[in-house]
């Protein structure tokens, strides 16, 4: 059982998921920001975070894992996708890159994230990683610091911002 006692389910994405997913990054990260939306990024960056064909490769990908969170609290209701991330297969030096990562804004603050979190290290766990990395913006401190509360550590490796990729 969930935040708010609602009953989660996690499971791997599938192509049917696709439309949900592209809702849902879009509302976490481009959505308008509200009191409940601290992810959002719509201050930062503009354009679609993640869209049709990015998701459906992810899922579609044998080397990563898609993880949904469904609340299935409603029994008369299809269950919706209120968080997700994908987890990359281990590279040959034992690290998984967790992205994607998702949760709906009015779920957000309730500990859904870390519940996700969670999935998501066990996941690349049972996949064989030993080390999970993440990409944040370095604009982003709240979030860094987020992830540093969970053990998370910063380090110096940097990536080049993707320029010039509308998503």
Request: net charge negative.
């Amino acid at each position: 059982t969930g935040p708010g006692g609602t009953t989660l389910r996690f499971r791997a994405a599938t192509p049917d998921d696709v439309e949900g997913l592209v809702a849902l990054v879009h509302a976490a990260y481009r959505g308008e920001p509200t009191a409940a939306t601290w992810t959002t990024e719509t201050h930062l960056l503009g354009g679609q975070r993640a869209d049709a064909e990015m998701v459906r490769a992810a899922v579609s990908d044998p080397d990563s894992t898609v993880l949904v969170a469904t609340d299935d609290s409603d029994p008369d209701a299809s269950p919706a996708i209120v968080a997700c991330c994908e987890v990359s297969a281990p590279d040959p030096d034992g690290t998984s890159v967790l992205g994607m990562f998702a949760v709906d804004p009015e779920r957000q603050g309730g500990g859904l994230g870390r519940q996700v979190l969670a999935a998501g290290e066990d996941t690349a766990t049972g996949l064989g990683a030993t080390t999970l990395e993440l990409h944040v913006i370095d604009v982003r401190v709240e979030l860094i610091d987020w992830y540093r509360r969970r053990g998370y550590i910063v380090t110096d490796e940097r990536h080049p911002f993707p320029y010039g990729d509308e998503r």
